[in-house]
Every structure is written in C-alpha cells, then in structure tokens.
C-alpha cells in the first residue's frame, strides 16, 4: 500500500444541500469521491431520509435508477440500496468503523470532530489520468483496509462506482449494549 493519505471532515451533512457543497469541495479526488461515499453511509445509518439522497450522490450515475427517494428523480438501484440496508440493520455502527478513532474497543464511537478518514492505493490502483481508481479505505473492524472503486464524472467529482466491501461484516463492539 502507499502513503496514508487523510481528509479531515469538519462536521457530517445535515442537508442535502450542505452534502451536495461537501461533495463538490472533496470529492476533486479518488480519495475524496471514496470518503463521500463512507460520508453517505454515516448519513444513512443515522437518517435514511437524508441519506438515501446522499447515497444518490455520492455514486456514479451508472449505479442509480429513476425513481422516488434520492434525488432528482434518481436514486441507488434497488438491490445496491437493498443491501446496504440490511448490512446496515444488522450493524448500524458499520459506517463509523471508517473514522479514525471509532474502534471495537470504544464501540465504534465517533470521536469529536473533525472526522478524520484515511486511505491508501496499491500498485494496481490505477491511473487517476484514466478516470478510474480503486482506492482502500482503513476500516479498525477488518484486518485490511476496504477498497472502493470511484469514477470521475464530466464535471471532474470522483463518485463510488463499487463499494460492496464498505458494506461487508466488521468485528462487533467489543461493549455490546446488553440490555438484559
């Protein structure tokens, strides 16, 4: 793997217009399209409503459909979306696994802002001038780092093109909440 490259997030979206101006700013790099993509998925698990807009913008336009619930009559395809909430439901803390600080150990706890996440290429990465990258996310749940794969558009916004590993299984918590 390179050099740890890291983007420092002030604080996470709380529109879709305050996500939209993120993007626009970040996302000028394959790190930066990756990290919009972990971003939506943070957004997501906290409220979908938001989210799936996020979502809807965060990807490539090759991976959403036209339809209600993202945005601008867009939205992620239904069995992308479909598994993303059920890793989701069954690990709601996933997406915090890729800020530093957040571990098993502290229950993958956001640590205070800003949000700090890091990322690495190989070898086979890619070339940036050929608008195609894979980009490997540090995830403390996984022995490795996750790759994301992110396209850049016309207007020069690196977007998700493949993340299925951001969604796969991590470690549990190590504090379950036993609310016995």
Request: net charge negative; charged share 20%.
């Amino acid at each position: 793997m390179s050099q740890i490259e890291r983007i420092s997030i002030d604080a996470l979206p709380t529109s879709i217009e305050a996500f939209c101006a993120l993007r626009d700013e970040v996302a000028r790099t394959p790190e930066g399209g990756a990290a919009m993509m972990v971003l939506a998925l943070l957004v997501n698990a906290n409220d979908e409503a938001l989210g799936r807009p996020c979502l809807t913008m965060a990807v490539d336009r090759d991976r959403l459909q036209e339809g209600e619930g993202g945005y601008q009559n867009l939205r992620l395809a239904r069995t992308a979306q479909s598994r993303i909430d059920q890793q989701l439901a069954a690990q709601p803390y996933l997406p915090r696994a890729y800020v530093r600080g957040a571990s098993p150990e502290n229950g993958y706890r956001l640590p205070n802002p800003p949000y700090i996440l890091e990322f690495a290429r190989n070898p086979y990465s890619g070339d940036p001038a050929s608008g195609q990258v894979k980009v490997f996310v540090v995830c403390s749940g996984a022995p490795s780092p996750r790759p994301v794969t992110v396209h850049r558009n016309d207007r020069g916004v690196w977007k998700a093109v493949e993340w299925s590993s951001l969604v796969m299984g991590i470690i549990p918590p190590a504090n379950a909440d036993d609310d016995l």
